[in-house]
């Protein structure tokens, strides 16, 4: 695991700022701000992905990881409107969230931009909506798998409620073919009592969206979701514990 893979440490919350409006510009640097109290305060691990014009401003004033939303598979060179993986790196992200359910890469192209963070010793998040690709993706190393069911993303029906199967095998499967690979999840995810039925489910985390960025109180919603981490058991957290200094 690189140094930079490290900063992410599990149980971990992503909070995916998308475009929306409360999470853009000088928005999207208050909420990070709020993210990063909380973090603080409550001794949870966080990371934010704003959108790619606002990773520098984020990145600059608060002191949790942030990824950027997508980077293509791409090296320096002509590519007019591309987002090459050096630029978001010197922008200060840590890493990528991959091949989200709203902008998908062809698995060759995933395999592409997981060499491209390597290379860069940045971390890859990977996006998959089922279990069977899941296993195909753990095969080409990222750092970690998030699985989300593009049915109900934004729906406010939480896979680990509604979809626990799915949680369940995925982290079975992926750990068949990469025990390294750490397994998050997402898809409807936005309480505190989501978060912690999917930690003991076996998922090492969570990425949210607008349960967080839509709120009406972003605080409130926050401190909420940093509790369901906390409210996960005593021996689940020293499993974590345990995992982190094995990798």
């Known amino acids: ?20 409006a409360d999470a853009t510009g000088e928005k999207a640097l208050r909420l990070a701000k709020i993210i990063a109290e909380i973090a603080k305060e409550k001794n949870v691990s966080v990371a934010v992905a704003p959108q790619h014009a606002d990773i520098f401003r984020v990145a600059s004033n608060v002191d949790i990881p942030v990824l950027a939303q997508h980077v293509d598979p791409i090296s320096p060179g002509s590519y007019t409107g591309w987002v090459l993986p050096e630029a978001a790196r010197e922008a200060g992200a840590i ?4 091949n989200h359910s709203e902008h998908r890469l062809r698995l060759f192209d995933i395999e592409q931009v997981i060499k491209r963070m390597r290379e860069l010793d940045m971390v890859s998040v990977v996006c998959t909506d089922n279990v069977n ?17 593009p049915e109900l993303i934004g729906s406010g029906a ?17 750990h068949k073919v990469n025990p ?45 979701v ?8 005593g021996a689940l957290l020293e499993w974590y514990k345990l995992r982190r200094e094995k990798l």
């Open 226 to 233: 940093a509790e369901g981490v906390l409210s996960a058991s």
């Open 95 to 98: 890493g990528s969230i991959v």
């Open 158 to 174: 939480s896979i680990s409620k509604v979809r626990p199967d799915v949680v369940r095998d995925t982290v079975e499967e992926v």
């Open 133 to 149: 690709i899941s296993k195909s993706v753990a095969a080409l190393g990222p750092n970690m798998i998030a699985v989300e069911p």
């Open 1 to 20: 695991m690189s140094d930079r893979g490290e900063m992410l440490e599990t149980p971990l919350v992503i909070v995916n700022f998308k475009t929306y």
């Open 180 to 224: 390294d690979v750490r397994v998050l999840c997402g898809a409807g995810i936005s309480t505190g009592e989501d978060v912690r039925v999917a930690l003991q489910l076996g998922a090492e985390g969570v990425i949210i969206a607008s349960g967080v960025v839509n709120a009406p109180d972003q605080r409130a919603a926050m401190l909420d």
